[in-house]
């Protein structure tokens, strides 16, 4: 760490990011380094490629103001790291990691790669404890389980930033573990408003005191967006796996990591795949939503929540597309229930968790609650599918049942996906039973005679009164 | 051997000028740290290398070593019931290095194994040929074979007893007069198939207990099957599923650039999860591949090659292997990405050209065979198909379709509905199962294919329907095509759909499949019937056995052949009762 070689005037070109030296050091791949300017400004970087003549660095700062002559390179000897230790929380930095709330240095505990390493297969524990969020589209339909990463992929203009903030504010453990909680909130990319709305409201809910916040702006270098999720998760990393907590990340906006992906390759001359990102972008991704997860015998778990705006609303677009194969599910925001005022605006038959059938069920929320989420979702599917035909035929050419399964949808999603308070679990479950006493119970084909009896009431009562 | 001098870096692709001689695909290792690599290309004064591992640090001047020899793993009796990563090489167990997968060399660690011998000093063996049984404190019992390639008269022969497994058991002594040991385990290349006998067809199927499948769009062993679906359609659970009940002797799970937390929840339950057929856990008869989306890129190329060619090792031993690889669109996109850093010209999707013959390299490998020691086995290949925006005219999944012969076409549609296995009907196929039907056949199931054939249009005319009822309206529709709806609906909720999760349902023995198929058979047969005497099938649908028919799947548990008789006999009687109240009806 402290043998540092220095280059000075071996640079011999300039572009973009990317500064090309000519190899006079024994230096390797991926390494950190250190560029400082004539301006006096030191920018940090790494190194992006070497052979036998040239290295070439990726500057992380902006390289406007730097010249051939008088630029001096250090090289550290290792890749990126982090110095993070426990009073890290309710702390906020930008995003290298470096502290912009005024308050002193971190004492460091520990100085960890930004990298980290992967996790091996046969060392993780599988995702099991309900994570309650608050929100009844998530925690009914569609549960978060502690160690899963389960984005939101919402669109511009959508209230994912609102919905962000009150589960920072209102996630919960059960009672007897709560004081482990944390939570890791990265915005990368994001406008000044936003990152003031954040730290105000973190503040405000008192969320801040458990958290620790790091603010990359759109005004920040492209460069530097690629190492905000890593410096976060890194520090989730330390604060799971070395100090015992659940550790909750919320990453946004991950499509503006992606164009800061695509800027950087494309500026190094990479060969583009679809839509002009890296082929490798699938695989770089992955780096990051795989540290989410438990370690067998630690106690603490790294849950991920990243959020990602989908251009044009397009869910088959390279970014919400490759994302959605890594991670465990998707909760997907809508327009068109935002603009009929439902809030929040989950569309949830192409929402999904993947773990949730480990979290939820007997002794975790409700033993009927995974067939209450599948009822749910079946007629309501049904109930999408009646809208369809009534916005062709007309209401007079459906069935009278299609026609129950059509109000049951409208019923379902201001009853039951829209809450202005965050709702418990219980409650959740509350008013999904009671949604489905609006349908014939002969047609209630995903619970059991006894289910039914038990949550609706008795088998022989006429569902229509 | 050869060495070669690190001249330039790129991700997992390195250019290194070399000293002395390589071949194309050999073996390296690179650095201190004797990173793994493969030469992939060859030029006069440079050597192209693929590194199957992080290459963080590496630089200029580093040395690599050739081996000689191609890519090669180490097959052997530990292999049953562990956990490897791309180049099988052992994923230790947490206490042996911590939770976190660090790159460099890993040594084979040799373990004893209680050998008993078949052959006797004196005996001429043949290439492939058994010479011992080993009986593994975990997992069934294995063979021991001569390597193909190698034979001999035996000689020194050692008695029964725990021996390491790279210690001889005895030396082949051939023509030659050369001496070849033979130990329990031998190195193979990986992009080589092991030779066999002869290839055999096929006319057994590989049962899976999905209905969707067994009874649809079944698998023959020695078959290959596709999966494609976009994100969340059920690839990895039906994988999964499969690898857990079908009734194979063993199964190689090939996790290739996937997630850590679903290799995590297989282990969990392959560890307590019993194979039905033998009451033994399900491990045991179980080799994990497991290379995660965020492990290194290069390995996620070799892990298939690798995983195929430890199935055809237990084939060779006269086992029945089914292969599941998720997602072989990874291990596409791994060539792209080492094709990228090399400069070639992309081809369709960015893809280089030679995606295709790759691909046919690893379906071809896929047969039921006559093995060179004479017994019957069989390779079973199932591969998830992951298309960009689910859609299939992309290449990795039409190349794909060009040489399986199972299509399970995962859809979108049924995976938002939570109908599961969301396997479409109209978009899947099987070319496999006019040749099984003579199994069901023999097993009882005498209307199989007759049945099969009235499920398969039926759900064409489904879809022809409700293509209408979006025009005219259901309501306006005849009774005869509401009639087709409804049985449409019982075929897919009562019969199709079959939650991985249920423990009543998650698998289903032939017996049972047989009867429920039967079952909705009469249903349609009487239900038409009843229709044509002016029944109405909104009145079909509103009686109690209509419910408890769409509910058998998940009520009526195997080997309740009472159950299901009632349930027929409630049917006839219900049936019939509809009939006279409606002809009362008609008379008053
Ligand atoms: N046969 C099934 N029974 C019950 N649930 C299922 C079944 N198949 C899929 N599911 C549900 O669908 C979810 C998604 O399935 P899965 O993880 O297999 O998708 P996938 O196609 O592998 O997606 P990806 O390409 O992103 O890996 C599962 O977590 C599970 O909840
Ligand atoms: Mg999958």
Redesign the pocket.
């Known amino acids: 760490m402290f043998a540092r070689l220095t280059a000075e005037g071996a640079a011999n070109r300039v572009e973009g990011p990317l500064l090309f030296l000519r190899r006079t050091l024994d230096v390797g791949y991926n390494e950190a380094v250190e560029v400082e300017g004539s301006d006096g400004i030191v920018r940090l970087g790494r190194v992006a490629t070497v052979d036998d003549d040239t290295i070439v660095i990726e500057v992380l700062d902006d390289t406007a103001g730097l010249a051939l002559a008088g630029t001096r390179v250090r090289f550290f000897g290792e890749p990126l790291k982090f110095n993070v230790g426990y009073g890290i929380l309710d702390r906020v930095f930008n995003g290298v990691g470096e502290v912009i709330d005024g308050g002193p240095p971190i004492a460091a505990e520990k100085s960890m790669s930004i990298d980290g390493l992967p996790m091996k297969p046969v060392a993780r524990e599988a995702p099991k404890d309900f994570l309650e969020t608050g929100v009844s589209a998530i925690d009914l339909m569609n549960s978060l389980v502690r160690g899963q990463k389960l984005p939101l992929f919402s669109g511009g203009g959508l209230p994912h930033d609102q919905i962000a903030m009150s589960i920072a504010a209102n996630a919960r453990l059960p009672s007897a573990e709560a004081q482990e909680f944390a939570i890791v909130f990265a915005g990368i990319g994001v406008p000044h408003e936003s990152a003031e709305y954040f730290q105000r409201e973190m503040e405000r809910s008192g969320a801040l005191e458990r958290s620790v916040l790091f603010l990359n702006l759109a005004s920040d270098s492209s460069a530097q967006r690629l190492l905000t999720p890593r410096y976060a998760l890194t520090a989730a990393e330390y604060l799971a796996f070395h100090e015992g907590k659940h550790v909750l990340v919320i990453l946004t906006d991950m499509t503006n990591y992606c164009e800061a992906l695509r800027e950087v390759s494309a500026s190094r001359g990479e060969v583009p795949s679809r839509k002009g990102y890296p082929g490798y972008m699938y695989s770089d991704l992955a780096t990051l939503f795989e540290r989410a997860g438990r370690i067998k015998g630690m106690p603490g778990t790294l849950t991920q929540l990243p959020i990602l705006t989908m251009p044009n609303d397009d869910i088959g677009h390279p970014i919400p597309d490759l994302s ?2 890594i991670t465990e599910g998707q909760i997907v925001l809508d327009r068109d229930l935002h603009r009929r005022g439902i809030y929040p605006p989950v569309k949830v038959l192409p929402s ?1 968790s ?1 773990l ?2 480990d979290g939820i069920g007997e002794g975790m929320t409700h033993r009927d609650h995974p067939a209450l989420a599948a009822q749910l979702y079946a007629a309501y599917a049904r109930a999408q599918q009646a809208r369809i035909l009534a916005s062709v035929v007309g209401e007079d050419g459906l069935t009278e049942v299609d026609r129950q399964f059509l109000e049951f949808g409208s019923h379902f999603e201001s009853n039951i996906i829209a809450h202005a308070e965050p709702r418990p679990v219980e409650d959740s479950m509350a008013v999904g039973w009671e949604g489905l006493k609006h349908l014939p119970r002969n047609e209630l084909h995903r619970l059991s005679d006894a289910q039914i009896e038990q949550h609706l009431g008795h088998h022989d009562q006429p569902a229509e009164e | 051997m050869s060495q070669a001098i690190i001249e330039w870096v790129s991700g997992p692709v390195v250019r290194a000028r070399p000293e002395g001689a390589f071949v194309m695909r050999e073996a390296v290792r690179v650095g201190e740290q004797g990173l793994l690599g493969e030469v992939i290309r060859i030029k006069e004064s440079e050597i192209v290398i693929q590194v199957y591992e992080d290459t963080t640090g590496l630089r200029p001047g580093i040395q690599i070593e050739g081996s000689g020899q191609p890519l090669s793993v180490r097959l052997g009796p530990g292999i049953l019931g562990g956990t490897f990563d791309g180049l099988l090489r052992p994923i230790a167990d947490i206490s042996v290095d911590g939770p976190w997968v660090k790159p460099g060399a890993i040594e084979h660690v040799a373990a004893d194994f209680y050998f008993m011998p078949q052959v006797a000093e004196g005996d001429a063996l043949t290439p492939g040929a058994i010479i011992g049984r080993v009986k593994p404190a975990r997992g069934r019992e294995q063979r021991i074979l001569v390597p193909p390639g190698t034979s001999g008269v035996v000689e020194e022969l050692v008695a029964e007893g725990e021996y390491r497994d790279d210690v001889p058991l005895c030396q082949l002594r051939n023509e030659d007069d050369k001496r070849h040991p033979v130990t329990m385990s031998h190195q193979w290349p990986v992009r080589r198939p092991r030779p066999v006998s002869a290839r055999l067809p096929s006319d057994e199927p590989m049962l899976t207990g999905q209905r969707v499948i067994d009874c649809l769009f079944p698998v023959a062993r020695g078959g290959k099957a596709a999966i494609p ?1 976009g ?8 994988l999964e ?1 499969l690898a857990k009940w079908c009734n194979a002797d063993v199964i190689v799970y090939v996790g290739c650039g ?1 997630r850590g937390n679903e290799l995590a929840g297989l282990l969990e339950e392959f560890a307590e999860l019993e194979d039905p057929r033998t009451g033994r856990l399900l491990l045991e008869r179980t080799v994990l591949i497991a290379n995660t989306s965020n492990m290194p890129v290069a390995a996620r190329e070799a892990s298939i090659y690798t995983g195929v060619t430890v199935a055809e090792y237990f084939r060779d031993q006269g086992y029945d292997v089914a292969l599941m690889a ?2 072989t669109s990874r291990w596409a996109e791994a060539l792209r990405e080492v094709s990228g850093r090399l400069g070639e010209l992309p081809g369709e999707g960015g893809y280089p050209a030679y995606l295709s013959s790759r691909l046919a390299d690893f379906y071809e490998r896929a047969a039921k065979v006559r093995t060179l020691a004479g017994e019957t086995g069989s390779v079973t290949l199932m591969g ?1 198909v ?1 298309p960009p925006s689910g859609d299939f005219s992309e290449p990795v999944t039409s190349h794909t379709r060009r040489y399986i012969r199972s299509f399970w076409a ?1 859809d979108t549609h049924r ?1 938002h509905a939570r109908f ?3 396997i479409h009907p109209l978009h899947s196929y099987s070319t496999d199962a006019g040749r099984l039907a003579r199994w069901w056949h023999a097993e009882g199931c005498t209307h199989w294919e007759e049945l099969r054939t009235r499920f398969l249009t039926l759900l064409d005319e489904q879809a022809r329907l409700e293509r209408m009822a979006r025009i005219i309206g259901k309501d306006a529709m005849p009774p005869r095509q509401r009639f087709i709806l409804m049985c449409a609906e019982l075929l897919n909720e009562g019969f199709l759909r ?4 249920s423990e009543i349902d998650r698998s289903a023995s032939p017996a049972r499949q047989a009867v429920m198929m039967r079952i909705i058979g009469e249903f349609i047969e009487q239900a038409e019937r009843v229709v044509a005497d002016g029944v109405l099938p909104e009145a079909i649908a509103q009686l109690p056995v209509f419910r408890r028919l769409m509910r058998m799947s998940e009520e009526i548990p195997e080997g309740q052949w009472e159950e299901f008789s009632e349930l027929s006999d409630e049917l006839d009687k219900s049936m019939v009762g509809l009939v006279t109240s409606n002809q009362q009806t008609g008379e008053a």
């Not at chain 2, 994100?231 to 039906?238: A, D, Y």
């Open positions: 959605g194969y999904l993947r949730m059938k | 679906g994100f969340g359609t059920g690839k990895t659970v039906l599923t996937e998720d997602s998830a992951s995962l995976a599961y296995p969301a079959q939650s991985a999760f």
